[in-house]
Antibody
């Protein structure tokens, strides 16, 4: 079955950086667009970014543009999110997700807390 | 940006009842690029419906979706205890792909 496993979250001070990783199994990773979706505590879902299968196209929410960078390594079946200049409002559970329109498979999520 | 407004915010029903959840878009979605997700406490969301009315793999047929343009619905024909959760709609017709704020379906 499809599995997506995120890692790299934690507590970071405002202005700091974190790199999230997601290892994917159970599908042909290189065939799929991939996304990051986040959910602030007690709030709804927010699309963050997506990348196409060959890494030639990316897209970002305005709230993270210029601060976050999505990337992937198809040889390692891995998706990444480099998060710089983190703000308190970036505090959320971040989900690695298969697809960019229809979000068909989700990881369990990784918590990122931005606090001084 | 397309804003999705879900109603009601909370729906209180009993097992065996029929549930109807609404999702309204701020502008018309060409074709039917709308999905529904279910999220239980402490879990990741799960895809239920895509293209407004197509059930995802493994989703029971008591879940059905409909609508077009700006008005969409998710119907659960007979509620099972495991159906009480939060439901989100999402549009993928126009970037940024946005979510509704969610409808909490709770046991009455």
């Amino acid at each position: 079955q499809v599995q997506l496993v995120e890692s790299g979250g934690g507590l970071v001070k405002p202005g700091g950086s974190l790199r999230l990783s997601c290892i994917v199994s159970g599908l042909t990773f290189s065939d799929w667009y991939m996304s990051w979706i986040r959910q602030a505590p007690g709030k709804g879902l927010e699309w963050v970014s997506y990348i196409n299968s060959g890494s030639s196209a990316t897209n970002y929410a305005d709230s993270v543009k210029g601060r976050f960078t999505i990337s992937r390594d198809n040889a390692k079946n891995s998706l990444y999110l480099q998060m710089n200049s983190l703000r308190v409002e970036d505090t959320a559970v971040y989900y690695c997700v298969r697809g960019h329109t229809i979000l068909g498979a989700w990881g369990q999520g990784i918590r990122v807390t931005v606090s001084s | 940006e397309i804003v999705l407004t879900q109603s009601p915010g909370t729906l209180s029903l009993s097992p065996g009842d029929r549930a109807t959840l609404s999702c309204r878009a701020s502008q018309s979605l060409s074709s039917t690029p709308l999905a529904w997700y279910q999220q239980k406490p402490g879990q990741a969301p799960r895809l239920l419906i895509h293209d407004a009315s197509s059930r995802a793999t493994g989703i029971p047929d008591r879940f059905s979706g409909g609508g077009s343009g700006t008005d969409f619905t998710l119907t659960i024909s007979r509620l099972e205890p495991e159906d009480f959760a939060v439901y989100y709609c999402q549009q993928y017709g126009s970037s940024p792909y946005t979510f509704g704020q969610g409808t909490k379906l709770e046991i009455k």
